[in-house]
Nanobody, 125 residues
Framework: QVQLVESGGGLVQAGGSLRLSCAASGRTFSRYVMGWFRQAPGKEREFVAL????????YYADSVRGRFTISRDNAKNTVTLQMNRLKPDATAVYFC??????????????????WGQGTQVTVSS
């Protein structure tokens, strides 16, 4: 069982930055693939970024690649999402997710096993 708690959301102007954090409970955090997903009003939840259990491999949606960075600290059971050069279309609720298997998460063919409650990010134009 993994419990996830996000923090760091807020209101920022276009072009600004935000850093989201996700704190995970459980002693097996390092065994999980961690990810960030987002859901904008009236839209389906979409993939943002994933990071492998050891932090070596990262994956990004085309819309955020080069501006967002996902990282993890297995000693602290945390995963972060650094978001730079934010655009208004990044406005959404951002969810932290964990799963023991990577396959299918990026493409959305499978849902992650554990989810946080979400944190709101609003980017004003």
């Amino acid at each position: 069982q993994v419990q996830l708690v996000e923090s760091g959301g807020g209101l920022v102007q276009a072009g600004g930055s935000l850093r989201l954090s996700c704190a995970a409970s459980g002693r097996t955090f390092s065994r999980y693939v961690m990810g960030w997903f987002r859901q904008a009003p009236g839209k389906e939840r979409e993939f943002v970024a994933l990071i492998s259990w050891n932090g070596v491999n990262t994956y990004y949606a085309d819309s955020v690649r080069g501006r967002f960075t996902i990282s993890r600290d297995n000693a602290k059971n945390t995963v972060t999402l650094q978001m730079n050069r934010l655009k208004p279309d990044a406005t959404a609720v951002y969810f932290c997710a964990a799963d023991s298997v990577l396959a299918g998460l990026q493409a959305g063919t499978r849902q992650a096993e554990y989810w946080g409650q979400g944190t709101q990010v609003t980017v004003s134009s």
